[in-house]
């Protein structure tokens, strides 16, 4: 998998995330301050690298703006602060993404894998196919048989999130998890109702499912049509 | 306060005018009866003259004599013989004598006698003998002379004061109304401002905070609005100081939770991790939930206020999807106007949504719903009803996990119309589903 350099002053959040990256597959180097994490982000030349913000040393905007004139590794940046503003900026200063505290192992994998992605450099297919339906995960446009569907950022996520395990009932928490970021507590309606848009959107009913089939009480299953292949 | 000082100022020009008019009515009263009673000795002075001009005119010439001169008056001629011509004072039957002080040596200087009107039963009357050519004998016992009495009552002599009463009391009236409006204008302009400043520290007290009072009027005045104003601004920068502290510390309390968070999904025992980690997710959302609160007026001013048709309606717009999936009716009614409320836009639409996720999350796919969006004398009312079979028992439960849903919806819902003015209340329909109303102030 990825080389990812982290970059966190808390001891407790650097030693899980390094233990579930690791146990992702991901290589982790782990610094605690921001001048290590340049040192490092030069000499070891990381796939990614995840900064917190509140550095003791310098102020992790400063380590962003120094890397990015040193290096073009991606950047995911983690952030206790949600308001706009802040993200904007963090942006602007060249963050390839950003994450937002309190987060899983998880959300923050599938930030690592939203952001090589981007950058091509995941063996990935940067295109998915099933069926009828082809989802190209660069340009974020989705077709379904030649026809091009309009989708919302959170549905085409939803959609993402299901066409990558094509085949396999997804539970409602997995995708609470990795599209709303809300490992526990959220709300299996706020799937149900992204599902009920993106059927509509795909051109067809829970009724009548083509691609989207809802199994009760465990979850959904994302699947071409019986008489198409799948991938 | 106005009213005290138009009180005050009708008070003072009231004594400045008494002060002023007492005396005046009094010198008035003086020269107008001074006037009168001179005017009786003049027109006695005048058939004086005459008498004395004919020496011996006809009786028909002194009638017309009295006519002429003396008017309403009370005149008459006594003849040498003792003959009255015209009618005589009251009193007539003991009149007092008539001094001959003048007697007919005045006619020598060409001129009637003199003699001072004097009191007479209730007025003032005046006698003049008028003397005989000399050598002519007396021939009445008034030692043969003319008596002229001219005699007028002191209801008479007073006559002539009304029409001063009438201008002291007009002149005195128009004082008193220059008074008022200048004290009207003096109150204005002390009474305004001051008005606006009370009524600034009253929105100030009932939470708009961007109030500012008008610095002007008198000085003293002007002063109170500035130092009301400074008092906002320095109550603006606390609350603002407060807001961001809460939202720092708040922000502070992600990173250990971050820790726990990842601690949590280490646990070897699924059931525990997903316990501890639905513990983590409550903490991370009331945090959530308070730096959204404490950013609050940044995000949306001090006084938020956003059109709860349009907001309602993109919301069930965003539901109908699912409405439809699940095959449930929805029977909605929305103003056609927009209809504003005190509430942002977000956190309606957040109280919507959880009013509807509660209805797919606590009834039967297939069943109905309403929605209802009114406008009240006060703000806008919004219903939302099911056709159910009621709420659980323990759906008022804060952070309650519940069935899926987060538990926190009808706090949502309830928090938002308390912020907004208004209030919360849960009953069942005719059919037994669960109906919420929500009221909302007007912005």
């Known amino acids: 998998m990825a080389q990812v350099l982290l970059v966190e002053d808390d001891a407790a959040i650097r030693t899980a995330l390094t233990r579930s990256l690791r146990d992702q597959g991901h290589g982790v180097a782990a610094v605690s301050s921001g001048m290590p994490a340049l040192t490092a982000a030069v000499e070891q030349k990381p796939d990614v690298v995840l900064l917190d913000l509140g550095l003791p040393d310098v102020d992790g905007a400063d380590v962003l703006s120094m890397l990015r004139a040193v290096s073009d590794v991606p950047v995911i ?45 995941t063996d990935e297919d940067p295109v998915i196919t099933v069926g009828g339906l082809v989802i190209d995960t660069r340009s974020y446009e989705v077709t379904v048989d030649g026809r091009p569907v309009e989708l919302a950022r959170k549905e085409f996520e939803l959609l993402l999130a299901l066409a990558r395990r094509a085949g396999e009932v997804v539970t409602k928490r997995d995708l609470l998890s990795e599209v709303w970021q809300l490992a526990w507590g959220g709300s299996d309606r706020t799937v149900d109702v992204h599902l009920s848009w993106l059927r509509r959107k795909l051109g067809e009913t829970a009724r009548e499912p083509r691609y989207l089939h809802s199994v009760r009480g465990v979850g959904v299953r994302l699947a071409a049509p019986e008489g198409t292949g799948t991938r | 306060m106005r009213r005290r000082i138009l009180l005050l100022v009708v008070g003072m020009t009231a004594l400045v005018v008494l002060a002023f008019a007492v005396p005046l009515a009094l010198l008035i009263r003086h020269v107008v009866f001074q006037d009168a009673t001179n005017e009786v000795q003049d027109k006695a002075n005048q058939v ?164 500012r009072a008008q610095a002007d009027g008198p000085r003293e005045i002007a002063e109170v609005g500035s130092a009301l104003n400074r008092l906002a601004d320095r109550i603006d920068e606390l609350m603002a100081e407060e807001r961001e502290t809460v939202a720092d510390l708040s922000h502070r309390l992600r990173t250990p939770l971050t820790a726990l968070r990842l601690d949590a999904e280490a646990l070897r025992d699924p059931a525990e991790a997903e316990r501890v980690g639905a513990h983590v997710s409550t903490v991370e959302r009331t945090l959530t939930a308070v730096i959204h609160a404490a950013r609050r007026p940044q995000r949306e001013g001090r006084l938020p206020s956003s059109d709860a048709a349009a ?18 009716a929805s029977n909605v009614e929305l103003p056609d106007q927009p209809l504003f409320i005190r509430a942002s836009a977000d956190d309606l639409a957040a109280a919507v949504d959880a009013l509807l996720e509660n209805v797919f999350a606590h009834t039967p796919e297939g069943t109905a719903f309403g929605v209802t969006l009114e406008a009240t004398g006060s703000g806008a009312r919004l219903v939302v009803r099911d056709d159910g079979t009621g709420l659980p028992a323990d759906a008022m439960i804060r952070g309650r996990s519940d069935r899926g849903s987060s538990g926190l919806g009808l706090d949502i819902a309830r928090r938002c119309a308390a912020a907004a003015g208004g209030s919360m209340t849960l009953g069942l329909s005719s059919s037994g589903g669960t109906v919420v109303t929500l009221e909302f102030g007007a912005p």
């Open chain 2, 311 to 328: 907001v309602v309606a993109q919301r069930i717009d965003f539901w109908s999807a699912l409405a439809d999936d699940q095959g449930r």
């Open chain 1, 77 to 121: 940046v983690a952030t206790a602060r949600d308001d706009e503003s802040e993200m904007v900026r963090l942006l602007d200063l060249g963050a390839d993404d950003y994450i937002i505290k309190p987060f899983t192992a998880a959300q923050v994998t599938a930030r690592i894998r939203a952001v090589l992605r981007r950058m091509g450099r």
């Open chain 2, 48 to 211: 004086a003259n005459f008498l004395h001009f004919y020496a011996t005119p006809t009786q028909a010439q002194i009638v017309a004599q009295l006519d002429n001169v003396t008017g309403d008056r009370v005149a008459s001629v006594q003849l040498p013989n003792g003959t009255v011509i015209g009618q005589l004072p009251p009193g007539s039957a003991a009149l007092p004598s008539v001094g001959r002080a003048a007697g007919p040596g005045d006619g020598d200087h060409g001129g009637p006698p003199q003699t001072a009107p004097v009191s007479w039963h209730g007025g003032k009357l005046t006698q003049l003998g008028v003397g005989q050519a000399p050598g002519q004998a007396p021939d009445n016992a008034e030692g043969g002379q003319y008596v002229v009495r001219v005699y007028a009552s002191n209801a008479q002599l007073h006559s002539g004061e009304t029409g001063w009463w009438w201008l002291l009391a007009g002149s005195s009236l128009g004082l008193l109304l220059v008074g008022v409006a200048g004290g009207e204008l003096v109150t204005r302009r002390i009474v305004r401002p001051l008005t606006h400043t009370a009524q600034t520290a009253h929105r100030i007290s009932s939470g708009d905070t961007s109030a």
